[in-house]
């Protein structure tokens, strides 16, 4: 019997193995007909596969980190925020998002009206002038408007040396600390992101339809109301998304105007080292950043308004008549408030300060971190944005898909989330980069590389994929075609992203405050540093090299737009 059960167990073993052997390629095949099947039978090779994975990694990080902490942060923490602190946040918050998006809105729309449909003298000139407040930071904006308006401020002491005007109207009436001051100094510097967008919407819009409503009776204003608006809805839409999302992630102007939203309580509660609640609070933020988005991709869909071009015709310029003057007058005065007043100011004291020797070795220094560490972000940028939009456009899948959106998440970010995440991943995993410039570098790539990934995009749209199969009929891995064949074709393009993303490196300021290393101050904080103190002549020479700088990615929007 012992040899018989001995027989039967061999038997069964034998079995089991020949089972075994079917059953063993049976899944690989399973898994390699699901594997071609998300890639629609054109897998990308491993290595351009894994780069593209590290990179989406890398930008996931600070919302994994928020996450993950703000869980962890207990019920007491979170009960006491929800009781008192939070709610606070949210109505300064929106009611300051809310305010200076829909001023924004309507002085940019506004503005694009009269200088893409109207004979306003020096129309071509207005499309440049009436844009340059995007080259002015808002901090720099604040601290300009603070030497002029504040306490201590041009107005004050005027008011305060002319007694008609003490006797007549009373004290000073002007607080620029307050809503009304950080709402004020938004709203000019923001407004250009819907003037660019709605006077490229204006340009391309076809007479046709105007003329069919003026057949029907309707004046021109009913034709803007009932025709020319809805054609604009999609270019206000977007205009109000990169409104909103920047007055959600600003900190420069709101810190220096002393109103506290999300961003300057996260940066302080990270300042006192209460970690956690800065992460409940980032918690927050994030899902008032997601509402928004999700409330204007609904908006965009049910406003949805097409035009061919077959029969397109340029839209008429209106002559403004007797509202000529009263029309310079507008486009003047916020010109004047935005661009002008602030340029002064900051001449004016740039000359005092090269007087009384600001621009020292200390200057230089600040300039040569500036430069050292955003040429570096760049520089990564243009590395890291190169397989993630070869995966989008040549090996589109849900994987490719994830990738390209994980990129864009710091983007939406604020600084100081991003920030917070760099802490979190430097200092418990990566402690010989914590507080080197490197992990600055690497903050701003997660803020700024759907920056370089954009301009790119538009360029590797242009390039035949036929060129892709060409070389890889001639056995070349995914990898080295990108890099070999469709990099030097796309390359103005990577190009001007890295030159974007330099750009607003160097206007970056909470990140930067939050990572830098001891002694490594650039050009932005020392703006924020030297105006906090009311050293203005100290403050000014750094925020005109950082306009001047800043007037590189001018030009490439308004080549675009």
Known sequence: MSNENQRKNELNKDQNAKVGENFSPTILRFFRRKWMDIWRGNPPGTVLLLFGLFTGLIMSVPIIYVIWQSLFAGVDRWKRLLDGRIPQLLWDTFSLTFAVTVCAVAIGVTLAWVVVRTDIPGRKMWQWLLALPLVIPPYVGAMTYIIVFGPTGWVRDFWRDTPWLVNFLGDYPINIYSFW??????????????????????????????EVARSQGMNTRQIFWKVNLPFLRPAIGAGAILISLYVLSDFGAIAMMRYVTFTAAIYFQRASFDTASASVLSLVLILLTVVILWIEAKTRKKSKYYQTSNTFKEPDILSLGKWKVPTMFFVGTVFFVSVLLPIAVLVYWSIIGIGMGALDERFFGFAWNSLRVSGFAALLCMILAMPIIYLKSRYPSVISSTIDKLSYAGYALPGVIVALGMIFIFNNHIPALYNTFYMVALAFVVRFLPQAMQAGEASLSLVSPRIDEAARSLGQPPWKVMFKVILPSILPGVLAGGALV???????LPATLMLRPPGFDTLAVRVYVEAKEAFYYLAAPSALIIILVSIIPLRYLLKKY
């Not at 709605?198 to 340009?203: D, V």
């Open 181 to 210: 001051g950080v709402f004020f100094v938004l709203t000019m510097f923001t407004y250009p992101y819907v003037f660019l967008i709605a006077s490229a919407s204006l340009r391309k819009m076809n007479r046709n339809f105007e």
């Open 502 to 508: 330099f750009v607003s490196s160097i206007k970056e």
